[in-house]
């Protein structure tokens, strides 16, 4: 299934049929990625008047209620309304879902106590590269990440000058495989979620941020198109599906 992509008045082919899937899926139980103190998602059987939704016991259909949050249990987007007054529905962001991205590596530099991507390694992946869309894996990259539990943990985080970098190179979309693109504790700074989405200035609101995604090894940095699936939910962030394509030759 091969597709041509018009970008900038030049042609890319990519193979709809070879998709690489960064997100993580939320099975509700304990293995799930898990952060901000919650616990864990449930995906269980509804259960009222004596019928229990579930054909093993004994029902005509499987009727599951899922319990979650999507800053705390899956892939999830997110918009400036995570952190303002206003609601901004993350999927009024998004007029079209391809985008073109670029895959970068970095392994956090250890700042006093702390593990963090700084601009100065943004600068060097991406350097003069125009892009809409930015996806960060960091080292070491194991599967691990799909099932950590990272509360209390102080995980690694952008720097403020990293975020305030990628607003100016007109970054987009931020995708990170992190829990946060902040420290964990920091007294309600985010100072990070500030820069990038400009809330001294104008504020971003078509910008967005995709945080527990997972950057298979397999995948080389470089440049991919990336295709951003996105659950309908009015929310200021909801679960979300990012997908890279390959660009052939």
Not at 18 to 42: E, H, Q, R
Not at 48 to 61: L, M, R
Not at 95 to 117: C, Q, S
Not at 217 to 246: E, W
Request: aromatic letters at 10%; glycine letters at 4%; proline letters at 6%.
């Amino acid at each position: 299934m091969i597709a041509t992509l018009k970008y900038n008045s030049k042609n890319y082919k990519i193979d709809l049929a070879a998709p690489l899937d960064l997100s993580i899926a939320m099975k509700g139980d304990k293995t799930d990625v898990n952060a901000w103190y919650l616990p864990p998602a449930t995906i269980k059987p509804h259960k009222e008047d004596g019928f229990v939704g579930s054909v093993a016991e004994g029902a005509s259909i499987n009727f599951n209620t899922i319990t979650f949050n999507p800053h705390a249990h899956i892939t999830h987007t997110e918009t400036v309304g995570h952190i303002t007054e206003k609601l901004v529905d993350v999927n009024k962001a998004f007029k079209k879902y391809f985008f073109l991205a670029e895959v970068i590596t970095v392994a956090p530099e250890k700042i006093n106590e702390d593990w963090v991507v700084s601009k100065k390694q943004l600068s060097y992946a991406l350097r003069n590269k125009k892009r809409e869309a930015v996806v960060i894996r960091t080292l070491p990259n194991t599967k691990a990440k799909k099932s950590r539990q990272y509360a209390h943990t102080n995980p690694p985080y952008l720097e403020e000058a990293a975020a305030a970098f990628l607003k100016k190179k007109g970054i987009q979309h931020l995708l990170v495989d992190l829990p946060s693109v902040d420290k964990e504790k920091d007294d309600g700074l985010l100072l990070c979620h500030n820069a990038f989405w400009n809330t001294k200035g104008k504020l971003r609101e078509k910008a967005t941020i995709t945080e527990f995604i997972y950057v298979p090894n397999k995948v080389k940095d470089g440049t991919y198109f990336l295709n951003i699936q996105m659950a309908p939910m009015v929310n200021d962030a909801t679960p979300s599906r990012p997908i890279l394509y390959a660009i052939l030759d």
